[in-house]
């Protein structure tokens, strides 16, 4: 097909009105292969050795070592009056071996991530965070933690401020109170959350490290990743704080202390064929001492 195309002249549209093909079926068809593809084509700024020399020169300056490529492009305006686009700036300090690598705390995310499917407790949880307010305005923040096979709420913590410490706090109660306390009993324990400054940030990746949780984290504009968690919260919110008016935080904390315990024992689910999240837990754990 290549060589009658050479042959005749014949263009791509008339090759795909011949063979009765979508012309962009046989543009790919007649396309140059891999290994016929022309060189690299010639950068006549970027690929100038005066040009890498300026760059080199103002990059090796004292104080300008901590310098990206859009200051010494900048530079290079301001004291040789060259003016290139930023990414060939980029390039050059590239192929100069002068950029580092970014620094990434955690692996990049991805658009979506597979839906959590535990078979048993203990195997998949999820975290995260709401606000409301008291009579006089002050806002408090409650964190989260959801079993996502027994629908438990496994811990939560209750505070006027919402840092890193807070999180740890209702992890570490979850963790406690299902005797979760070797890293050998956490091997096989994933917590998800969602892309907050709190789970992201180096002490609550620390902590999880340090009792061996696997943190995973939801993707790109994607709440239902962390649907078990998220659904919780609005059941609280509907049930319990909407429907009240706290005048204190001691009094936010003991309600939301006495709606966790109705929410695991009494509170039933249709998810759980309208079984209590405790009922399930039970149920799951006389299974696991059987097997």
Known sequence: MLQMRREEQLSVRRLAAV?????????RWVAVRGDRLPARRFRPVSGDEGFLAKVKALCDEPRHGTYGHRRIRALLRR???VRVSRQTVLRATRQLGLTQPRIRHKEARPKRVEKMRPARPNESWQIDMTSFQLSDLTTIYLVAV?????????????????????????????????????????????????????P??????EYLSKTGVRAQYTGYDAPDDNGYVERLMRTIKEEEVWANVYDSFAEAHAAIDAYVR????????SALNYQTPDEVNAAANITLVAA
Request: charged share 25%; glycine share 12%; net charge positive.
């Open 79 to 81: 004291r040789y009056g």
């Open 19 to 27: 063979f009765g093909v979508p012309s962009g079926t046989m543009g």
């Open 200 to 205: 992201c940030s180096k002490a609550f990746r």
């Open 146 to 198: 959801i079993d996502c096979y027994t629908r438990q709420v496994a811990g939560w913590s209750l505070d006027r401020r919402c840092r890193a410490s807070e999180w740890v706090a209702a992890v570490r109660m979850a963790l406690e109170g299902r005797g979760l306390v070797t890293k050998e009993s956490c091997a096989g324990l994933v917590l998800r959350s969602d892309n907050g400054c709190q």
């Open 262 to 269: 109705y929410y695991n024992a009494e509170r039933i689910h």
